[in-house]
């Protein structure tokens, strides 16, 4: 049941209501993008560094217990931020706060890292690396999906698929680019490289709050404006579905990272040759970042639920496909198909995590969304380690 509500107050409306947009603010979606592809870079070169790191001050016998810590801290800190994050947007009209500590505490706990490593602590004070990674994985996760959340502000809803295409064409072609990216990081080495981090972090993040302020409602509103009106959304938020299509892109981006290389690469090797097993995923990544746009534009025409339905499903039949087949040329047929179906999920399941949440627990439920994300990728790591 859904009532018509006319806010008289303005701090009552600065309270209850976030302005719908009803053109693509790209001003901020273009912040938010940035901001996406500098979380993006710095998980790349957690990554990369994070072996090294362990490896170079003898924590190598922790490995098991910060990956086991790494899952536990990425699924359980967005669900916190989330519910951080709906308070802030009813005591304070808005949801940055919670955005610009997290993203400052990421920026400093770079710096952090960045000043360990130029200062090559002593016996004593290298235990403080294994808390800083803590942090800094706790850091980048609490501002995330607060963030991404801010997406339903800057889109009107019939188009929040082709903006989450924006945000996919950014991820999968600096994904696909990992390699080259991986070349800048170590050409910089670490110290640079966390430095580099916290300052990209810290600008991206600040323009977003910078371009997102003026979306808000005001404490100082137009006497000769109409009364604002919005309808009260009392619909259950449907947390489990919403943690399903997390588990759902989660799914195919572990499969996609942590057994196509090796599977692909070994199917595919008498059919396009000795090929570097990352090539593979990379050509998987570009055609997934191509098709966005368009996939895009067929979630829109078929409608979110659908669209989420039908990806997911031919995701599930390629990827045991690729992974039981043997015949070289369907392999790489099912691997085609994956990128589509894996663009059309990316799309799509999102702003329907969006669509299928209450009003009041907008942010939460993104939260709920990149846990469920968050989850295969966290077994898969522990288990590569038993």
């Known amino acids: 049941m859904e009532t018509t ?9 600065q309270e209850m209501l976030e302005r719908k947009p009803v053109v693509i603010e790209w001003k901020q979606l273009i912040s938010l993008t940035s901001l996406y592809a500098s979380v993006i870079i710095g998980w790349i070169a957690y990554y990369r560094y994070q072996p090294k790191l362990l490896v170079e001050f003898k924590f190598t016998d922790f490995t098991f217990l910060l990956a086991l810590a790494q899952g536990i801290i990425l699924v359980v800190t967005p669900l916190i931020a989330g519910r951080l994050g709906d308070r802030y947007r009813f005591k304070n009209g808005h949801r940055l706060p919670i955005i610009s500590t997290g993203i400052s505490f990421a920026a400093m706990i770079f710096m952090a890292v960045a000043f360990t490593l130029i200062s090559n602590p002593g016996e004593v004070f290298r235990w403080v690396l294994p808390i800083l990674i803590v942090l800094w994985l706790i850091a980048m996760s609490i501002f ?8 339903e502000l800057f889109t009107p809803v019939e188009k929040l698929p082709m903006a989450m295409a924006i945000l996919t064409i950014v991820a999968n072609l600096l994904y696909a680019l990992e390699p080259v990216i991986v070349d800048i990081i170590d050409y910089l080495g670490a110290s640079l490289t966390f430095v580099t981090g916290g300052v ?5 993040g600040y323009a977003l709050k910078k371009n997102s302020m003026g979306l808000f409602m005001q404490t100082k509103v137009d006497a000769k404006q109409p009364m604002a009106t919005f309808k009260l959304d009392t619909k259950k938020s449907e947390y489990g579905f ?9 799914l195919s981006t572990a499969v996609l990272f942590n057994v196509f290389p090796e599977v692909l690469g070994n199917k595919l090797s008498s059919f396009i040759g000795d090929t570097n097993r990352n090539i593979l995923v990379a050509g998987i990544l570009i055609v997934s970042a191509l098709v966005s746009w368009p996939a895009s534009r067929l979630v829109n025409k078929y409608g979110l639920y659908r669209s989420f339905w039908s990806s997911f499903v031919v995701a599930i039949v390629t990827m045991v496909s690729i992974l039981f087949l043997e015949i070289p040329e369907v392999v790489f047929f099912m691997a085609f198909i994956f990128a589509i179906a894996f663009a059309a999920l990316s799309v799509s399941s999102l702003p329907l995590s969006i669509r299928k949440s209450n009003y009041y627990e907008k942010v939460f439920c993104v939260g709920i969304f990149f846990s469920g994300s968050a989850l295969p990728d966290a077994i898969m790591d522990i288990i590569k380690l038993l």
């Open 242 to 250: 919403i943690f399903f299509m997390g588990i759902a892109v989660g």
């Open 144 to 151: 995330t999906s607060p963030a991404l959340s801010t997406m």
């Open 5 to 13: 509500i006319k806010i008289e107050n303005a701090m009552e409306a």
């Open 200 to 204: 990209v972090v810290f600008v991206s």
